[in-house]
């Protein structure tokens, strides 16, 4: 439900904005990289990851954008945390893993610029898709001994949604810095992790943090003014 209601508030503000950019706006795209950590959860079996992503944006005279974000971003396999889920479940042996998940997002999204020239902060409202793919591969040991082999591998395009916060610093009349972060929830099969004492909880969210440094490309009007 809450997924629902967050895309149909999104595509509500984008229908907005875009009757507004599309009248009388100009157009841009911005290029980054980001840096994504993984919170909660998702924190328990995955490290650090790193990625990119490339926003095109119409933009109206009212401080309004409309965009379209696509991204890439790729987290390693986290071995410590995911043998001290393992002793937290009460399982033996340990596990030597190598693998990743990887992430596409694809969304729609409405940015609000505050009003003026030079540095413009914005916060922005995104929802759409996300295109998972996993694979790992490696073994378990006890005692020493491998006694299990491992290769998994799947993929799935689940609802996510995110909030964020940016500022842009102008270099040029055309050309920005674009600094930022957003904080994601994506919807995922449900599963159970354990806490320290071994009592097993809920999840049916991945959530993570990225942050964003790239450059914002401002292009002629549409109206070619």
């Known amino acids: ?8 508030i999104t595509g509500f503000c984008v229908a907005l904005a875009a009757a507004s950019c599309f009248a009388q706006g100009g157009y841009g795209t911005t290029v980054a990289g980001d840096i994504a950590v993984p919170v909660g959860s998702f924190s328990q079996s995955a490290k650090t990851g790193y990625g990119a992503h490339v926003d095109f944006y119409w933009e109206s005279t009212s401080n309004l954008r409309v965009s379209l974000f696509l991204g890439y971003t790729r987290w390693g396999v986290d071995n410590d945390k995911v043998n001290q889920q393992n002793a937290s479940m009460g399982g033996t042996g340990t596990y ?12 729609l999204g409405v940015k609000f610029l505050a009003p003026g020239e030079g540095l413009r902060f914005y916060g922005l409202l995104e929802g759409g898709l996300y295109l998972y793919s996993a694979k ?5 040991f006890e005692n020493g001994i491998a ?17 964020g916060l940016g500022l842009l610093i102008p270099l040029s009349k055309d050309l920005s810095l674009d600094l930022g972060g957003r904080y994601h929830l994506v919807k995922t099969d449900t599963y159970y992790v354990y806490d320290i004492y071994g009592n097993p909880y809920e999840v049916k969210t991945d959530k993570y943090y990225s942050i964003f440094l790239g450059v914002n490309w401002a292009y002629k009007s549409l109206t070619g003014k």
């Open 1 to 8: 439900m809450f997924f629902l209601r967050y895309a149909t």
């Open 96 to 107: 030597q893993l190598d693998g990743r998940v990887s992430a596409f997002p694809i969304l």
């Open 136 to 140: 790992v591969t490696g073994q378990k």
């Open 147 to 163: 006694t299990q082999n491992i290769n998994q591998e799947s993929s799935k395009s689940v609802p996510g949604a995110n909030l």
